[in-house]
């Protein structure tokens, strides 16, 4: 069976109330049948490089023990990159450092790590940032870069200004939401290049944000995030109801038409064909 590619954009922080209210080009998809949109719920703690694992590998973070945002160590874990792998496949990153520590080495060394090519890692290429703020605009343009020049079966994009704004400004201000627009601008240039080269792309977060500027409680606030999905595989529009975030990794599997690792869980997202329907 031919494989298909897929991009996986996970953006850091985006609330799905959010999503909703002001992203215009990602609403424009679901209303034209072009994508489906899903409400998730984040596993706990909602804290980033424990969701990054989540997300990545199926796993919750009582199994996968990436548990604090200062647990810098490998995955021990099969993610989403070690199974295409084994399946032949290609894989890039355009995304923040916390990424390479959990997948290709570590911990990051900032004068060495930032650009890894040709690796015989589970990222294959990666492009890594480290801080916070580097703009959203440019690890587009580097998930642009590794796209048109080493043309990955599975590409992994993980922009943070979303997650920096608030922090700084709270979800409950105009900072917070003007970069989520913002990010929505940039989805509406680089998702139209996605599907021209025969791309299937997940836009999701691994957590939202709060009204104290905060994150990693238990509240819808903390919890509740979008998953928008564009692929002849999931039908399109608005699914009712909330989905377990531990779906995101068999899914990629699925639309890589790949077997997902053992410790993943069935997939069960209303709307996916299966191959036989397709």
């Known amino acids: 069976m031919q494989n298909n590619k ?14 909703c209210t002001h992203m215009g080009f990602l609403h424009h998809l679901v209303e034209r049948q072009v994508a489906a949109r899903y409400k998730i719920c984040a596993e706990v703690p909602s804290l980033s490089r424990p ?12 199994v996968h023990g990436v548990t604090s945002n200062m647990t810098v160590r490998l995955s021990t874990q099969k993610s989403v990159f070690h199974v295409a792998k ?21 911990p990051f060394n900032y004068m060495e790590d930032r650009l890894q090519l040709d690796t015989q890692l589970p990222i294959d290429n990666g492009l890594f940032y480290f801080e916070d ?22 590409l992994y994009i993980h922009p943070m200004n979303v997650d920096d704004d608030g922090h700084k400004f709270t979800a409950d201000s105009a ?3 003007n970069r989520v627009l913002a990010m929505d601008a940039l989805l509406s240039l680089f998702i139209p290049k996605c599907m021209a080269q025969g791309y299937e792309v997940i836009v999701t977060a691994d957590h939202g944000m709060t009204s104290d500027g905060n994150h990693g409680g238990t509240t819808h606030e903390d919890r509740h995030v979008p998953l928008f999905v564009i692929s002849d595989s999931v039908k399109a ?42």
């Open 51 to 62: 969701l990054y694992e989540t997300i990545l590998t199926g796993t919750p973070p009582i």
């Open 133 to 154: 703020h580097y703009p959203d605009s440019h690890v587009f343009a580097d998930a642009a870069w590794l796209m048109d020049q080493k043309q990955p079966d599975f």
């Open 175 to 177: 900072q917070y939401r």
């Open 6 to 19: 897929v991009v996986l954009i996970v953006i850091d922080a985006l609330r799905f109330d959010t999503a």
């Open 237 to 278: 529009g608005i699914k009712e109801g909330i989905i377990s975030q531990l779906q995101i990794a068999p899914l990629c599997c699925h639309l890589l038409n790949m077997e997902p690792a053992d410790d993943m869980v069935p997939l069960l997202l209303e709307g996916v064909y299966t191959a036989k329907e397709v």
């Open 86 to 106: 084994e399946h032949g496949l290609s894989t890039a990153a355009s995304a923040y450092y916390w990424v390479s520590e959990l997948y290709n080495r570590a």
